[in-house]
């Protein structure tokens, strides 16, 4: 008697073979679990400000990596995960536009005394989702001029 789950049937079809699902679960990497262990500035007191001190932060990283996950599995519907990661793009400059505004908010040494390595993780997020961009373009092209041909 073979056990059978959904999730592993999930697995099985997830194309990893595919550049864009190695891509896709890079980024899913660096906007869930790495964002939750980096600092993404510290004040003036020294002390590390994590996203999980901000729920809006929180809620646009946990975005972000739940639209890489969705695209990860919606692999069949090529156009359809282009625009996941186009939207995905679109939270990450979201995220990187209010940590500017947060860094720059006030002149001096008011809120952020120094920038943590998290407030670039939108920008490495951002690299990975258009190199995902741009193999699922190459995979469209190949299968229409494929159709092309028949």
């Known amino acids: 008697m073979k056990f059978k789950c959904y999730f592993c049937k999930q697995i099985k079809k997830i194309m990893i073979q595919r550049i864009q699902t190695i891509y896709l679960a890079l980024a899913f990497i660096v906007s869930g679990p790495l964002s939750l262990f980096f600092p993404l ?3 003036v007191k020294g002390i590390d ?3 999980g001190q901000n729920t809006v932060y929180t809620l646009l990283f946990g975005l972000c990596a739940a639209l890489s996950i969705i695209s990860i599995f ?3 519907k090529r156009q359809t995960q282009f625009v996941y990661n186009r939207l995905n793009m679109i939270l990450n400059f979201i995220l990187l536009g209010l940590f500017v505004y947060q860094s720059l908010n006030l002149s ?3 809120l952020v005394s120094e ?3 998290g407030m670039f993780l939108p ?3 951002i690299i990975l989702l ?3 961009n741009k193999a699922i373009k190459k995979d ?11």
């Open 108 to 110: 001096g040494e008011t």
């Open 140 to 150: 469209e092209d190949l299968v229409k001029s494929a159709d092309r041909i028949r």
């Open 115 to 117: 920038k943590g390595i």
């Open 74 to 76: 919606s692999y069949k």
């Open 130 to 132: 258009a190199l995902a």
């Open 41 to 43: 500035w510290k004040d």
């Open 123 to 125: 920008i490495v997020s």
């Open 49 to 51: 400000f994590h996203v």
